[in-house]
T-cell receptor, first 113, second 113 residues
Framework: GENVEQHPSTLSVQEGDSAVIKCTYS??????FPWYKQELGKRPQLIID?????GEKKDQRIAVTLNKTAKHFSLHITETQPEDSAVYFC????????????FGQGTILTVHP | DSGVTQTPKHLITATGQRVTLRCSPR?????VYWYQQSLDQGLQFLIQ???????AKGNILERFSAQQFPDLHSELNLSSLELGDSALYFC????????????FGPGTRLLVL
């Protein structure tokens, strides 16, 4: 089955800096890669996703890149703000897995004012 | 608010007992997914139903079962509960079956004593 590795597990940055979180996946059939943000005690919320026919996608301060050959994808947050502090999860799915998403272990992002 | 509702919000029970968690998907969504989130295992996919039919299965224990009813709400039944079943249980929904945004509900926090 699919296996998703996410790094780093914790990330601390100063307000205004950029943050990068990286994930690798094992199943070459996976073709859908969402990123979720989860605040303490709250539900995971989708912040951006990318499908295998696209190499990069951007939404304001957030961007995701995908390298299907290397089987890795990354989340980039620019001009970080304290409200970006949360746990971020990458996931992989699609292909033969139907709707099943396999999640990474999460990255605790802390943005210091 | 994602439009996905879950009840109850909190549940405290004893080992050996059985509980039922309920989920109502967003209006128009045909797929319902169940996930378990614990501190040591992260977000784990349990099962997916699409329009009443089981579509994908994860590492769901035999003590756990789920179903989706004609009105598309879903129930997750957990029996012979163990201490290790204590976790947050999330339901998510999407319009179809694959490569789609999954919208998460607020979760049910289960504590087994």
């Amino acid at each position: 089955g699919e296996n998703v590795e996410q790094h780093p597990s914790t990330l601390s940055v100063q307000e205004g800096d950029s943050a990068v979180i990286k994930c690798t996946y094992s199943d070459s059939a996976s073709n859908y890669f969402p990123w979720y943000k989860q605040e303490l005690g709250k539900r995971p919320q989708l912040i951006i996703d990318i499908r295998s026919n696209v190499g990069e996608k951007k939404d304001q301060r957030i961007a995701v890149t995908l390298n299907k050959t290397a089987k890795h994808f990354s989340l980039h947050i620019t001009e970080t703000q304290p409200e970006d502090s949360a746990v971020y999860f990458c996931a992989a799915g699609g292909g033969t897995s139907y709707g099943k998403l396999t999640f990474g272990q999460g990255t605790i992002l802390t943005v210091h004012p | 608010d994602s439009g996905v509702t879950q009840t109850p919000k909190h549940l405290i029970t004893a080992t050996g007992q059985r509980v039922t968690l309920r989920c109502s998907p967003r209006s128009g969504d045909l797929s319902v997914y169940w996930y378990q989130q614990s501190l040591d295992q992260g977000l784990q996919f349990l099962i997916q139903y699409y329009n009443g039919e089981e579509r994908a299965k994860g590492n769901i224990l035999e003590r756990f079962s789920a179903q989706q009813f004609p009105d598309l709400h879903s129930e997750l039944n957990l029996s012979s509960l163990e201490l290790g079943d204590s976790a947050l249980y999330f339901c998510a929904s999407s319009p179809g079956t694959n490569q789609e945004t999954q919208y998460f509900g607020p979760g049910t926090r289960l504590l087994v004593l």
